[in-house]
């Protein structure tokens, strides 16, 4: 029992008292019998975390060379987003944020406690200063920093800021937002500093004018950056909304070939319908539900045969989607005359599309099959003498595989459906085999598929 009471005791002593000359720990410990038993403390606390060296006799902190951050090793490049327009803050008109700066700086006050007349009016002029200048230039930095840079952005929205607002364009008015912010701080502070330092009330008075008119001046001249920045928001907001992960059908030809015709039919895309070319002056998104199933469908601007260098912003656009997107193509060939190309250009662009984007999934249509005739449609323009068996068979028939289909009289719309079904089934098995290896829409692209 003597030994439970001492061990009872012990483990209720506090641990300073443990190492005390007349602590119990030297008086009981030593007489337990049996084998030593040490009590478990716990010194986490007071630990020594700073090493020392010896120098002349003396400790010396030690200095250690900080050690670099670790940088995480990027995982393997993974389905970028896109959705960055949406994201965009909204912009006043330049007059609208001088006026209400205006406002709110006039309504700033000297500081209470000033009884002489002169020091509270500059005083006063020195906060309405900088008040001016600060609502100026808040609004300025935050366009500047919420406006994406082009290198942030997923290459697709990328294409479309360059060929829907000009190469440099984006980049430039971000940068005279940022010029003028800048100098509104500056020539603000300048004011403010010089309006502090008056000696009479009149002084500060003109001097406040003398500042505030100066900011109107710079604001008036170049504030008309805020009105491009508001214009490019308007336009890159207004960009159709993309889902990398949703599969998507592109729809891909000559201009007035039918596109926008067939995007009406399979989807709930409204696109304009005129007999002419380029009736298609953007990217239109449309979206589909076949068997519970959601998918989207593009329209894109028309092709013509020539080389790349040569082509215009609406057929770039064209062949941004393709290159950045995973998309499944459709692509529409009008054989009966009336898209204004005829059928040997249209094969010559076919061949070099199908083969540059040999890698998306692909189906053709013959639009208008109501409108073919028995005897193939040859263009004055065409050399009939040159033709081999390739293309003969193309300005009868199309492509081997093609669907012949008709909106005027719904031919083959069915059958239509039912194929661009099963293209986008696959298409979305291909984004799930794409998401779980990590890969790029362009990787994606490129990829064969058995």
Not at 310 to 326: G, I, K, Q, Y
Request: hydrophobic content about 35%; charged content about 25%.
């Amino acid at each position: 029992m003597s030994c439970t009471s001492n061990l009872l005791q012990l483990w209720h002593t506090p641990s300073t008292m443990l190492f005390s000359r007349q602590s119990i720990f030297s008086k009981v410990f030593y007489r337990l019998p049996g084998p030593v038993v040490y009590p478990t403390m716990c010194f986490c606390k007071l630990m020594q975390t700073t090493s020392y060296e010896v120098v002349n006799g003396s400790y010396v902190q030690t200095v250690q060379a900080e050690q670099p951050p670790k940088i995480k090793e990027k995982a393997a490049a993974v389905l970028e987003t896109v959705g960055a327009f949406q994201k965009l803050p909204m912009v006043m008109p330049s007059v609208d944020i001088f006026h209400s700066a205006m406002r709110k700086a006039k309504r700033v006050p000297p500081t209470k406690g000033i009884a002489n007349a002169a020091k509270r009016e500059r005083n006063k002029g020195a906060k309405q200063l900088d008040a001016l200048m600060k609502e100026l230039a808040v609004p300025l930095r935050t366009y500047r920093d919420n406006f994406p840079s082009k290198k942030h952005l997923h290459p697709y929205e990328r294409s479309l800021i360059e060929l829907t607002l000009g190469d440099g364009n984006y980049e430039e008015v971000l940068w005279k937002i940022d010029a003028l912010r800048k100098k509104v701080n500056s020539v603000g502070k300048e004011h403010a500093s010089l309006c502090a330092k008056s000696v009479s009330k009149r002084e500060a008075e003109e001097r406040l004018n003398e500042g505030m008119k100066r900011l109107e001046e710079i604001f008036h001249c170049e504030g008309k950056a805020v009105d491009e920045l508001l214009n490019i928001a308007k336009t890159l907001r207004a960009m159709p909304v993309v889902d990398l992960e949703t599969p998507t059908l592109c729809l891909v030809g000559a201009p007035n070939v039918g596109k926008s015709s067939l995007v009406r039919v399979l989807s709930t895309g409204k696109p304009e319908i005129c007999n002419y070319p380029f009736t298609t002056r953007g990217i239109l998104m449309g979206h589909i539900a076949l068997s519970y199933r959601n998918f989207q469908v593009t329209d894109t601007p028309g092709l013509l045969r020539r080389h790349d260098e040569d082509r215009n912003n609406l057929e770039m656009l064209t062949l941004a989607v393709l290159s950045h997107l995973p998309t499944a193509v459709l692509y529409v060939h009008d054989l009966s005359g009336e898209c204004g190309t005829s059928p040997s250009d249209q094969f010559i662009i076919y061949k070099e599309i199908r083969g540059r984007f040999d890698g998306h999934l692909w189906l053709d249509v013959v639009s208008k099959c109501d409108l073919l005739q028995e005897s193939p449609v040859v263009f004055i323009t065409e050399d009939t003498t040159t033709d081999h068996p390739e293309l003969s068979k193309y300005r009868k028939m199309g492509p081997d595989g093609a669907i012949h289909v008709s909106v005027k009289s719904e031919a083959a719309l069915n059958e239509l459906k039912r194929r661009v079904h099963d293209l986008l089934v696959s298409q979305s098995a291909r984004i799930n085999i794409a998401k779980s290896k990590q890969e790029t829409p362009e990787v994606l692209n490129k990829r064969v598929f058995i």
